[in-house]
């Protein structure tokens, strides 16, 4: 199985700077899509953005333009790193693996323990 461990979280201040990690197990490389993933309090879980392992990016429209993933493969690490953050920000940030055989004959999806991220104004 795919380990994946989140870190970076903790407060900051509207208006400021966040930078998450995600280190995994096994080279980042062999994995299809790393993404990021956020749940505030009451709320579904939701796409923040993800990077492929051809280094395809995308990003949900309320990050998009203030946010990069990018990856360091040496590491087995992604990164997030979003700027100007606002209280909607807050939430639990989680890294996800997702991967799906040439053929399809199989798919996984592993998850981060998630690191909190809490907004202050």
């Known amino acids: 199985q795919v380990q994946l461990v989140e870190s970076g979280g903790g407060l900051v201040h509207t208006g ?5 990690s995600c280190a ?6 062999s994995i299809n899509v790393m993404g990021w993933y956020r749940q505030a309090p009451g ?12 280094g395809s990016t995308t990003y949900a429209d309320s990050v ?3 946010s990069t993933v990018s990856r360091d ?16 920000d807050a939430a639990v940030y989680y890294c996800n693996a997702h991967s799906t055989s040439l053929t399809g004959y199989w798919t996984y999806d592993y998850w981060g323990q998630g690191t909190q ?3 202050s104004s």
């Open 117 to 119: 991220v809490t907004v």
């Open 64 to 66: 998009k333009g203030r």
């Open 73 to 88: 493969n040496a590491k087995n690490t992604v990164f997030l790193q979003m700027n100007s953050l606002k209280p909607e």
């Open 24 to 29: 995994a197990s096994v080279s980042i490389v």
């Open 16 to 20: 400021g700077s966040l930078n998450l």
């Open 43 to 54: 709320q579904q879980r939701e796409l923040v953005a993800t990077i492929t392992n051809r």
